[in-house]
């Protein structure tokens, strides 16, 4: 624990320390062609995957949780309705999606980020389709890029971010509109619930028809089928 203390303080000090501009320019042009070459790689291996969706959750979920469970299933569904699943590659929800695609003979893509805990890549991603990102944002365009619709199972910050991403995109018309599903009810009406009473209602910081970007439902033929049905009303278009 002192380590890891040490390493944070030694992290915070570094951001007011006084560079000259060779450490400067030497540092940004690094970062500049690490992120280039993590778009050129994501492009290049998701630029032909065809429609897939994209399944969140906890990376912290057992396979033995319910909610473990319902991503499979949903991924197994989604695959024979004729879709690949992409994850955040790692344990818990994100193996459970590619788990169920791999299942059923689906494409099940895994877009891993290097972290310094928690994360690793699950055995269910197809070989040619595992890509490790260092950079969050690099991850979160592919994410966005590549699929047609996010179903979103319980989870932590990085569920959020990439919940919230998603619909500030569509929101702002960045992106083309794309289902996105909450999966589990207990978990996610007190959330949409303060969405309603006080970020729309109380503040006024959204519209009421932003209530209209996602849907909340409970199993795994209630999500594929909310991906379906909006399908049956819009037509599948690229996202950018």
Not at 53 to 61: D, E, H, M, N, W
Not at 226 to 233: G, L, P, Q, T, V
Request: glycine share 8%; with cysteine; hydrophobic share 40%.
């Amino acid at each position: 624990m002192r380590m890891e203390e040490g390493k944070e303080e030694d992290k915070i000090r570094r951001a007011f320390k006084e560079k000259d501009w060779a450490e400067i320019k030497s540092a940004d042009s690094w970062v500049i062609f690490k992120v280039i070459s993590e778009f050129v790689e994501g492009f290049e291996k998701l630029a032909k995957i065809g429609p897939c969706v994209s399944i969140f959750g906890s990376a912290r979920t057992k396979s033995d949780h319910p909610n473990y469970k319902s991503a499979e299933a949903i991924a197994a569904k989604l695959v024979r309705h004729g879709y690949g699943v992409i994850t955040g590659g790692g344990p818990g929800i994100m193996e459970a999606g590619n788990k169920g695609a791999h299942s059923e003979n689906g494409k099940s893509v895994g877009l891993n980020i290097v972290l310094p805990f928690e994360q690793f890549n699950n055995v269910y991603i197809d070989p040619d389709k595992l890509i490790t990102f260092d950079y969050f944002f690099v991850r979160k365009v592919m994410f966005t890029k590549y699929s047609q619709g996010f179903v979103v199972l319980p989870g932590g910050f990085g569920t959020m971010d990439e919940l919230f991403e998603a619909l500030t995109l569509i929101q702002t018309k960045k992106i083309g509109r794309f289902p996105i599903v909450l999966v589990g009810r207990v978990y996610w009406e007190g959330l949409i619930e303060w969405i309603k009473s006080t970020m729309l209602e109380s503040f006024e910081n959204i519209s009421k028809e932003d209530l209209d970007l996602f849907v909340l439902v409970d199993t795994a033929d209630e999500a594929v089928n909310a991906i379906d049905e909006f399908y049956n009303k819009y037509l599948l278009s690229p996202n950018y």
